[in-house]
């Protein structure tokens, strides 16, 4: 009897002993997976990021009125080609900017930072604003997107913000200015946007926050941009 107690017993540690063994392989099992599926999650991310879409905050108001502080946008960044991540290089050629596309692109001034525009003129166009009017390839163009807030004429003796030009677009360039046209640091300052230094096309409102009204801008959630 005692021996077969001790073979009880003993089957009884054994069969115990192979219940954790099989729970702590489920444990790393499932340990497993998670870190798989963050990993996956991760890198899909990052992908996205580089050559899909990307969010941006818009921090002023040199895109009033299409776009006001407080809005988040989506870009697609690869409208205009795919690029290598860290490689401002167009690997697969899509499509050309065209005049009126609001875009989001490094600085040229200091390329840290990102600026969001409006094309005005592509490669080969010929600028120029008279007395805050916009000509584009001598063609008078009326407000095409802008405004203007101050009534006030400067002299282009003193500064280009209303008389600048006429200048023409270089190869692989754009001449790009912001909707509040009174309030933008744009290519009328500091010059043109190199297409390699392109980080996509802005197309939707996702987000608006109104930090003076400390609320959401409702209205501006899901338009498209034009």
Same mark, same amino acid.
């Given at each position: ?5 001790? !073979?009880?017993?003993? *089957?009884?540690?054994?069969? *115990?002993?192979?219940? +954790? ?8 099992? !499932?340990?497993? +997976? ?35 502080? !407080? ?13 290598? @991540?860290?490689?401002? /290089? &167009? ?6 900017? +065209? ?8 600085? @040229? ?9 409006? &094309? ?11 007395? /805050? ?21 400067? *002299?282009?003796?003193?500064? @280009? ?7 023409? &677009? ?13 309030? *933008? ?29 400390? !609320? ?11």
């Amino acid at each position: 009897m005692q021996s077969a107690r001790k !073979g009880i017993e003993g *089957s009884r540690l054994k069969s *115990s002993d192979s219940s +954790e063994k099989a729970f702590g392989k489920k444990i790393k099992s !499932g340990l497993r +997976e998670n870190i798989e599926a963050i990993a996956v999650a991760v890198i899909l991310a990052l992908f996205i990021r580089s050559f899909v879409v990307q969010a941006f905050k818009i921090p002023s108001g040199s895109m009033k009125p299409t776009l006001l502080i !407080g809005d988040h946008i989506l870009v697609n960044k690869f409208i205009y080609g795919i690029k290598i @991540p860290f490689w401002d /290089k &167009v690997i697969i050629p899509i499509k050309k900017p +065209e005049r009126g596309d609001i875009v989001v692109f490094k600085f @040229p001034e200091d390329p840290s930072k990102d600026f969001i525009k409006r &094309v005005i003129g592509i490669a080969g166009d010929v600028v120029e604003i008279r007395n /805050k009017h916009l000509y584009v390839n001598h063609k008078r163009m009326g407000p095409y997107f802008g405004v203007y807030l101050d009534s006030s004429i400067i *002299s282009g003796s003193i500064q @280009p913000r209303d008389n600048f030009g006429p200048v023409t &677009v270089p190869a692989d360039c754009l001449f790009v200015m912001g909707d509040n046209r009174d309030h *933008s640091y744009d290519s009328r300052f500091w010059g043109f946007v190199q297409l390699n230094a392109l980080k996509g096309k802005a197309f939707i409102i996702y987000w608006s926050w109104d930090k003076d009204n400390f !609320g959401v801008r409702w209205s501006r959630l899901g338009d498209l941009l034009k």
